[in-house]
C-alpha cells in the first residue's frame, strides 16, 4: 500500500513537471519575465486583500455550518486552521486530501470527528457547487453563441443536481429513504452499519437550520463567488491581460474544477495549461497567460506560507463540548 502511495504521488508530480516543461519549452521565461517585472503592484495588492475577505467569509461559512453540531468555534480559529490547511494542500494532490488535513487539523481543537467530517464535507459540496453553477451561469451566453447547445443541456442538468442535493442534506424525507437503503443492505459489516447510523443521527440535527440559515449560507456563497471573479479580473489587469468579467468567471470555475482533480501537485502544471489553452481563444498570447498564472501561484504561496508559520506557532486549546 506504502508503495502505491509512493507511486501515485511521483506521477502526479511528474505530470506536474512535465507540463510546465512543455509550457516553458513553447513560451521562453524571458517573455514571462518580462511581463511580470510591469506588474502593476498597486492593483495586484487590491486583489491580495479582496481575496482575504473571501478567505474569511469561507471560514464565517464553515462556522455557520457547524453550529448545529454545537460546535462554535471563532471565525478568526477557523481562517488559521484553513490557512494551515492551504499550507499542506500546497504539496497534496487533489481536493479532498486537503479535506483530511482539515478534519484533522480541527480536532485539536474539538474531538468531534464525526459531526468535523459532515461538516467538511457539507461545506466541500457547496464550494464545489457554487463555484460550478456560477461558472456555468457564465459559460452558458459563450457556449450558445458558438452553438454548442448539448454542453449548455449538460451544465443546466449537473447544475440542477448539485441544488437537488443540498436541499436533500437538509430533507427528513430524504435521510429516510438513505436509512431504508443502508437497512436493506444485508452484506454491510456491524461496525460499518453502526458508523453509518451514528452519521445518520448527527444529520438530524441539519434539520433544525432556520431559513436564515439557508439564506445566510446561500448569500456567503454567491458573495465570495463574485468576489474571487473580481480578485482574477483584477490580477488580470496587473498584466495588462484584458478579459470580459463574464469571461473571467468561467475561466476561474474551470480552473478550479480541474485543480480539483487529484492528477497534480497544488494544481502546479494543470493550472498553468489549462489558462493558456482558455485564454488563446481571446486572443491572449501564452506569455501572458502564464504571467497571470504565476501571480496566482505567488497569491497561493504566500498565503501557504502564513499558513506554515501558523502551524509552527499553533499551540490548539481542546475545547470540552457535550454532546
Known amino acids: 500500500m506504502k508503495y502505491k502511495k509512493a507511486l501515485s504521488y511521483v506521477v502526479k508530480i511528474l505530470i506536474s513537471g512535465g507540463l510546465l ?8 521565461f524571458a517573455d514571462i519575465w518580462l511581463t511580470l517585472r510591469t506588474t502593476d503592484l498597486v492593483l495586484y495588492s487590491i486583489a491580495f486583500i479582496l481575496h482575504l475577505i473571501c478567505c474569511y467569509l469561507a471560514a464565517l461559512q464553515f462556522r455557520v455550518l457547524n453550529l448545529p453540531f454545537a460546535i462554535d468555534l471563532p471565525t478568526v480559529t ?12 500546497s504539496f497534496l494532490p487533489g481536493y479532498l486530501a486537503g ?29 464545489l457547487g457554487s463555484v460550478f453553477i456560477v461558472g456555468a451561469i457564465f459559460m452558458i451566453p459563450y457556449l450558445l453563441s458558438n452553438a454548442l447547445y448539448t454542453t449548455v443541456w449538460i451544465l443546466i442538468g449537473i447544475s440542477v443536481i448539485f441544488i437537488a442535493l443540498y436541499c436533500s442534506a437538509f430533507s427528513e ?33 441539519l434539520h433544525e437550520l432556520p431559513l436564515r440559515t439557508h439564506l445566510h449560507i446561500l448569500g456567503n456563497s454567491v458573495v465570495r ?52 489553452v482558455m485564454m488563446e481563444q481571446f486572443g491572449i498570447v501564452p506569455a501572458l497567460a502564464l504571467s497571470f ?21 499553533d499551540k490548539p486549546k481542546q475545547r470540552v463540548i457535550k454532546p
Open 225 to 276: 463567488q463574485f468576489l474571487g471573479i473580481g480578485v482574477l479580473l483584477i490580477m488580470a489587469h496587473a498584466v495588462s491581460i484584458s478579459v470580459s468579467y463574464s469571461d473571467m468567471a468561467w475561466i476561474r470555475s474551470v480552473v478550479i474544477v480541474l485543480g480539483m482533480l487529484p492528477i497534480s501537485i497544488g494544481n502546479l502544471g494543470v493550472r498553468e495549461a489549462s489558462l493558456v
Open 21 to 28: 516543461w512543455y509550457l516553458f519549452t513553447k513560451v521562453p
Open 78 to 89: 477557523i481562517l488559521k486552521i484553513n490557512l494551515i490547511t492551504t499550507f499542506y494542500s
Open 99 to 127: 479535506g483530511a488535513v482539515k478534519w484533522v487539523k480541527m480536532q485539536q481543537y474539538i474531538k468531534r470527528p464525526a459531526e468535523l467530517f459532515i461538516s467538511i464535507v457539507l461545506n466541500r459540496f457547496i464550494e
Open 173 to 205: 424525507r430524504m435521510l429516510g429513504v438513505a436509512k431504508l437503503l443502508v437497512a436493506n443492505i444485508g452484506f454491510l459489516p456491524h461496525f460499518i452499519r453502526v458508523k453509518i447510523e451514528k452519521l445518520f443521527t448527527i444529520v438530524t440535527r
Open 293 to 313: 498564472s504565476f501571480l496566482i501561484l505567488l497569491k497561493n504561496a504566500i498565503l501557504s506560507l502564513v499558513g506554515g508559520v501558523l502551524e509552527l506557532i
